[in-house]
């Protein structure tokens, strides 16, 4: 498995988050928020603190999500891994070596066989989903898909991280510092 058994994957959505995060034992962060002027410096301090380091290409400021934007990701900003909805980012990631995952919205019964298309015709690393907080999709999308499933959004209070791994999600991410400190016993 590409996370390595980590159960919380936190996930910064400002600088001063992710430099508290840096100072944290896990080895597998998200960078949410960002800016094009910043996220490069990010990845740099992440991998000089020997973290494996997932962008939220989406959520970048000022960078458009496009086969220009995908392939300045993969050269110049260089992350363990992207996180996208768009297959396009998915695919150039993919063939560049980064980890991928793609993000799935739990919004309806369409958006969700959207996102099996897209899974069938990208095939991600990973899926995040969310919300991360509907036990009976995290079970039909675990069982369904072979990869890893991230739940990922309104993850508020320990009992959502454990009703998620419970579910079956290898993983949980959260921006809820509350949580990066959980110990969840399985």
Request: proline share 4%; charged share 25%; aromatic share 6%.
């Amino acid at each position: 498995m590409v996370l390595e058994k980590q159960k919380i994957v936190p996930a910064a959505n400002n600088m001063k988050n992710f430099e508290r995060l840096l100072q944290q034992p896990f080895k597998y962060l998200i960078i949410l928020d960002s800016h094009l002027s910043v996220i490069k410096t990010m990845v740099e301090m992440g991998k000089q603190a020997n973290k494996r380091i997932f962008i939220h290409a989406d959520l970048i400021q000022g960078l458009k999500t496009d086969l220009a934007g995908a392939e300045f990701i993969c050269q110049q900003i260089r992350p363990y891994g992207v996180i996208s909805t768009r297959s396009t980012v998915l695919e150039v990631g993919k063939k560049r070596g980064l980890a991928t995952v793609q993000r799935m919205f739990l919004l309806d019964s369409r958006s969700l066989e959207t996102g099996y298309h897209l899974f069938e015709q990208v095939r991600p690393d990973m899926v995040e989903l969310l919300p991360g907080i509907i036990p009976d999709l995290i079970r039909e999308v675990s069982k369904k898909l072979p990869v890893p499933v991230i739940a990922g959004g309104l993850i508020r209070e320990t009992d959502d991280v454990k009703t998620a791994l419970d579910s079956g999600a290898a993983a949980v991410s959260t921006s809820k510092e509350q949580l990066w400190r959980k110990t969840i016993n399985r």
